[in-house]
């Protein structure tokens, strides 16, 4: 491990799990293993990824980003993306994000970790209340943008990737990315920490309207399922760890 001088931590919610880019094994593989597996393109990266979907801003930044500091030995690199759980409550205190992700700005300045912010897609075309999702992620996604200019680090701004926004890129319950969404969102951040210019769209299938008996079928499948978990108190990670809670080799591409 001696021979290991990157050291990626993604930590964050489904976003940064993985989920919609689900693997015939039922695990979920999503951007940050992409990233793990491109930033191996030059030499070996150990990796941990914390990151459990359902998980609002708060235990992000008091769980898993301490978890990911106190790993020995420490973390080069971490990507922070968090707020997208906690926009979807009923009642959403920006101003309380915007202070979590200063907190988990200064614990990696203080610790010397390379830090790169995330915004998460934008998901609000497609979902009851879009309107109010879209106005909070443009009030928390601005006010994350003066943070990371102030610090002088860099943020993947994936909320307003227009790509990113087409059908195509998104899973059946509309709320997370497939696996064409987190292979954009893995170039948006290996370009980013190349210093090089966001990858270039492919084709894209046309939008397709959708009919009636699709959105009820929406409804039953995902959205009443989600509205009886808040209703009971409850998330889709309650039960869940994280999928790589310890270091992780990727090995060196082609070795």
């Known amino acids: 491990m001696d021979r290991v001088s990157v050291r990626y931590a993604a930590i964050g919610d489904s976003f940064t799990e993985g989920v919609g880019d689900e693997q015939p094994d039922g695990s979920v593989r999503g951007w940050a293993d992409l990233v793990a597996v491109g930033l191996a393109r030059e030499e070996a990266v150990q990796y941990v990824n914390l990151a459990v979907r359902g998980r609002l801003l708060a235990p992000i930044v008091s769980g898993q980003l301490e978890t990911a500091l106190a790993l020995d030995p420490p973390p080069t690199l971490v990507t922070f993306n968090g707020g997208g759980n906690d926009m979807l409550r009923p009642r959403t205190d920006v101003a309380e994000l915007v202070a979590l992700t200063t907190r988990a700005v200064r614990r990696c300045l203080d610790a010397g970790v390379r830090l790169v912010l995330l915004s998460g897609a934008d998901p609000s075309d497609q979902l009851p209340f879009g309107r109010t999702i879209r106005r909070r992620g443009e009030e928390l996604t601005a006010r994350v943008a003066e943070l990371a200019a102030a610090n002088d680090i860099p943020l993947v701004d994936v909320f307003h990737d227009t790509e990113i926004r087409r059908q195509h890129y998104w899973s059946a319950d ?43 079928r929406y409804y039953w499948q995902h959205v009443l399922p989600w509205v009886n978990r808040r209703l009971r108190g409850r998330s889709s990670g309650d039960t869940l760890d994280a999928k790589h809670p310890v270091w992780t080799v990727i090995e060196q591409a082609g070795v």
Do not use: K, W
């Open 174 to 216: 509309r709320l997370h990315l497939n696996a064409t969404g987190h292979e954009r969102v893995a170039g948006l951040v290996l370009a980013a920490l190349d210093g090089a210019p966001a990858p270039q769209p492919n084709d894209s299938p046309p939008q397709v309207a959708r009919g009636l008996a699709a959105e009820a």
